[in-house]
């Protein structure tokens, strides 16, 4: 097994460049699609290394970011339920909702609680027997096999306070979805954590298909600068396959535990995303036979959720379409103090990774 610093190693890094360059030979377009690989390319860096006719966007590989207002507005509701506690993690808890984030609920009185697993939610409600424990889940696949463990665990405990607001996420479909939508990204750069979990299979409607080439990276150095030259390689040969760079986190064909796990518990849904609308079998929530966990049955009215800010741009960016820099409240009235949006919000945005480390 490697360690993460020999994925770091000055010299590895300067030949997988030196090859990326000499096999560059078109103008390419690709997408990262995951926000922790966003975090890494700016973190090392790795802008700056890419031949000038290598294009990289970022994707909608956030899970906090994507979350739309109504689902946020959902959760807000849950908090002012008499006798209620939301539990979930932290970077949801700043994400403005309509009127209102978690953290300004939370000011007000309500009772909010960032919790690390989402065992650790059904430990609060084991603790609380005289409170209704709302376990807002969120993620991507990555996430969603812990959440159906957690409720797993519930049952087998014979609670009756906990319930589960499942804003969980699958990714190979809003693959699809931009592609539908029509974009310039000739090639994918895929999520090894999701990845870790479903495997790179999953993709392959992409590659055949659409016939855009992806490639399942890890998040080092010298993973994301290797993912880049397999996608060129694939394009100058006209070729459009899924191939796993990250063979040391991801079977091709996944965790078959995990996703047994999740088949368990969950079922396919559409799923809105924000900047691309409703996303067919996108979503994930709770079987019938699960059906005392789902909080959604204390949701007992409509819930109108209004439009974002003027001049907010999540959705542009999210798409691909532009850079954080080119919304024009980026930095100025849009801070990670001050956010406008959620893409300012989480850690694994694109505007907040943008601004931590500078738009080069």
């Known amino acids: 097994m490697k360690f ?6 000055p010299a590895l890094v300067r030949t997988i460049t030196l090859n990326l360059r ?7 377009k ?3 699609f995951c926000g ?22 970022s994707g909608p590989g ?7 207002k109504a689902e946020l507005d959902r959760a807000i509701y849950l908090s002012g339920l008499d006798s209620s506690v939301i539990a979930t ?21 309500a009772d909010v609680r960032v919790v690390y697993s989402s065992y650790d939610a059904v430990a609060l409600a084991e603790r609380l027997p005289d409170k209704r424990v709302f376990f807002v889940a969120i993620g991507f696949e990555t996430t969603a096999p812990s959440t159906a463990a957690a409720v797993i665990r519930a049952e087998a405990l014979g609670l009756r306070n906990f319930f589960v607001l499942s804003l969980h996420k699958r990714t190979p479909p809003v693959l699809e979805a931009l592609l539908k939508r029509g974009t310039s990204v000739e090639g994918f750069v895929c999520p090894g954590h999701v990845s870790a979990i479903i495997g790179a299979a999953p993709f392959e409607p992409v590659a055949s298909h659409w016939r855009r ?3 399942v990276s890890g998040f080092e150095p010298s993973d994301v600068l290797q993912a880049l030259l397999m996608l060129v390689r694939q394009l100058e040969d006209g070729r459009s396959e899924v191939e796993v760079e990250y063979a040391r986190g991801v079977p091709y064909h996944g965790n078959r535990n995990a996703l047994k796990l ?3 518990v969950f079922t396919v849904t559409a799923s809105e995303w924000r900047g691309l609308g409703e996303v067919e079998a996108s979503g994930l929530r709770l079987r019938e036979a699960f059906s005392p966990f789902d909080a959604s049955a204390f949701i007992d009215r409509d819930i109108v959720s209004l439009p974002d800010p003027p001049g907010c741009r999540c959705g542009d960016v999210l798409r691909g379409d532009i850079s954080p820099s080119e919304c024009a409240l980026f930095r100025k009235n849009c801070t990670p103090e001050n956010p406008v949006g959620p893409c300012m919000v989480s850690s694994e945005g694109s505007c907040a990774t943008h601004y931590l480390y500078g738009d080069r």
């Open 36 to 57: 922790t690989h966003t975090v890494a390319i700016f973190r090392y860096g790795l802008r700056s290394l890419l031949p000038e006719n290598l294009i990289l966007v």
């Open 4 to 9: 993460a610093s020999e994925f770091r190693d």
């Open 30 to 32: 690709l997408m990262e």
């Open 262 to 264: 999740m088949d368990q």
């Open 62 to 68: 956030c899970p906090v970011c994507v979350t739309p």
């Open 213 to 215: 080439p992806c490639v």
């Open 22 to 28: 000499k096999a560059c030979r078109g103008r390419w």
């Open 89 to 109: 993690y932290g970077d949801l808890v700043k994400v403005p909702g309509s009127e209102m984030s978690l953290a300004e609920k939370r000011a007000r009185g």
